[in-house]
């Protein structure tokens, strides 16, 4: 069951959530928001899942929203505005639903959150590494020993993974590629950037170093380094 809550500045748009979330059985709505500070506050002191988030509140938009929480939900956004769906999907949200949505509309975008759910919760669940997995190229499922990834990198719509001696690039979002890479051996350092933690061999402030390579830590990420540092 996913924990959800909803946040838009319009109440008769929380009803509307609210009533099609009824009708979803995997999908737990615990509360709605007017207030993003409020929201905030709530994603603080309890596990969330996912977040329905309104694109334009006063006083901070949904994209800011996002942006300030370390470690954030799922996202799905909701909006009456559709210029703002590229840099959504750029942050990684599951989905963009532009109102007014319908039921089956509101419905794909839950299960394809509930989907990536199910992935991220069998990944945790398995402590090994396992032996290879296959990334998509073009039209090609390519082998891949997740061994020899270095780090991945989010390149407009595409992550490319940066293997030892090669590149792939796959049409995926950051979210997407988190999701496919074994759990156990990687680390999300920025929000364009996942490493494998066996390839790390420098840490600093503001950058972790693969080898050679320089990657910059985003500010939201900061908890996830130091506590791979002290082995948490």
Same mark, same amino acid.
């Given at each position: 069951?996913?924990?959800?809550?909803?946040?838009?500045?319009?109440?008769?748009?929380?009803?509307?959530?609210?009533?099609? +979330?009824?009708?979803?059985?995997?999908?737990?709505?615990?509360?709605?928001?007017?207030?993003?500070?409020?929201?905030?506050? =709530?994603?603080?002191? =309890?596990?969330?899942?996912?977040?329905?988030?309104?694109?334009?509140?006063?006083?901070?938009?949904?994209?800011?929203?996002?942006?300030?929480?370390?470690?954030?939900?799922?996202?799905?956004?909701?909006?009456?505005?559709?210029? =703002?769906?590229?840099?959504?999907?750029?942050?990684?949200?599951?989905?963009?639903?532009?109102?007014?949505?319908?039921?089956?509309?509101?419905?794909? +975008?839950?299960?394809?959150?509930?989907?990536?759910?199910?992935?991220?919760?069998?990944?945790?669940?398995?402590?090994?590494?396992?032996? =290879?997995?296959?990334?998509?190229?073009?039209?090609?499922?390519?082998?891949?020993?997740?061994?020899?990834?270095?780090?991945?990198?989010?390149?407009?719509?595409?992550?490319?993974?940066?293997?030892?001696?090669?590149?792939?690039?796959?049409?995926?979002?950051?979210?997407?590629?988190?999701?496919?890479?074994?759990?156990?051996?990687?680390?999300?350092?920025?929000?364009?950037?996942?490493?494998?933690?066996?390839?790390?061999?420098?840490?600093?402030?503001?950058?972790?170093?693969?080898?050679?390579?320089?990657?910059?830590?985003?500010? +939201?990420?900061?908890?996830?380094?130091?506590?791979?540092?002290?082995?948490?």
């Amino acid at each position: 069951m996913l924990k959800v809550i909803a946040i838009d500045d319009e109440p008769i748009a929380l009803e509307v959530i609210k009533n099609l +979330a009824g009708h979803v059985v995997f999908i737990e709505l615990e509360a709605c928001f007017t207030n993003s500070f409020k929201a905030l506050e =709530h994603l603080q002191q =309890h596990k969330t899942d996912l977040v329905f988030l309104d694109i334009k509140m006063p006083n901070i938009s949904g994209i800011d929203f996002l942006k300030s929480i370390p470690n954030p939900p799922m996202v799905i956004f909701t909006t009456a505005y559709s210029e =703002h769906a590229v840099q959504s999907f750029e942050l990684d949200a599951i989905d963009y639903l532009l109102k007014p949505f319908s039921l089956p509309r509101f419905l794909k +975008a839950c299960n394809k959150a509930n989907e990536l759910y199910q992935l991220r919760k069998n990944n945790d669940n398995s402590s090994s590494v396992p032996p =290879h997995i296959f990334i998509k190229s073009g039209y090609e499922q390519v082998h891949v020993d997740p061994d020899d990834i270095l780090y991945a990198e989010s390149v407009g719509n595409y992550v490319r993974f940066v293997l030892v001696g090669s590149n792939i690039v796959s049409r995926l979002t950051m979210t997407e590629a988190e999701t496919l890479l074994p759990a156990a051996a990687f680390i999300r350092i920025h929000r364009s950037y996942l490493v494998a933690k066996k390839q790390i061999t420098k840490i600093e402030k503001r950058s972790v170093w693969i080898k050679n390579k320089e990657l910059s830590v985003g500010e +939201a990420y900061q908890k996830s380094i130091e506590k791979f540092i002290k082995n948490e």
